[in-house]
C-alpha cells in the first residue's frame, strides 16, 4: 500500500541571495566560492596546528591513544596473572584439605 508522497527536500521556504546581495558582496558564500579549496584550507589549518602542537611538546591523538592501549593491555596481563596465582592457591588449598 502506498504511503504518500515523501518529500526528501526541505519543503520550508529557502533563502536564496538576491542578485543584489551577490553584487553588493553580502550573500552568504564568496563567487568563487569551491568546496575544494575550503576543504584544503581546513587542511592546511589541521596541519598546521598539528605542527604547532609538536612543536609546543603536545602528543598527538595517536601517541596518547597508543599508549592508553599499552597501559590497558599491561593492567589485564597484570590481572590474568593475579587471577592464576589465586586459582594456584585456591587448588592448592583444595589439595590440602584432602590430604
Same mark, same amino acid.
Given at each position: 500500500m502506498g504511503r504518500g =508522497?515523501?518529500?526528501s527536500k526541505p519543503t520550508g521556504r529557502r533563502q536564496f541571495s538576491t542578485p543584489e546581495d551577490m553584487a553588493a558582496g553580502t550573500s552568504s558564500r564568496p563567487k568563487t566560492f569551491r568546496q575544494k579549496e575550503a576543504e584544503h584550507e581546513e587542511e592546511s589549518e589541521?596541519? !598546521?596546528e598539528e605542527? !604547532? /602542537?609538536n612543536e !609546543?611538546? /603536545?602528543e598527538s591523538e595517536g601517541e596518547t591513544k597508543v599508549k592508553r592501549l599499552a597501559l590497558i593491555r599491561q593492567q589485564r596481563a597484570e590481572a590474568a596473572k =593475579? +587471577? /592464576?596465582e589465586e586459582k594456584a592457591a585456591k587448588e592448592q588449598k583444595k589439595a590440602e584439605? +584432602? =590430604?
Amino acid at each position: 500500500m502506498g504511503r504518500g =508522497k515523501f518529500k526528501s527536500k526541505p519543503t520550508g521556504r529557502r533563502q536564496f541571495s538576491t542578485p543584489e546581495d551577490m553584487a553588493a558582496g553580502t550573500s552568504s558564500r564568496p563567487k568563487t566560492f569551491r568546496q575544494k579549496e575550503a576543504e584544503h584550507e581546513e587542511e592546511s589549518e589541521q596541519e !598546521s596546528e598539528e605542527v !604547532s /602542537e609538536n612543536e !609546543s611538546g /603536545e602528543e598527538s591523538e595517536g601517541e596518547t591513544k597508543v599508549k592508553r592501549l599499552a597501559l590497558i593491555r599491561q593492567q589485564r596481563a597484570e590481572a590474568a596473572k =593475579k +587471577r /592464576e596465582e589465586e586459582k594456584a592457591a585456591k587448588e592448592q588449598k583444595k589439595a590440602e584439605a +584432602r =590430604k
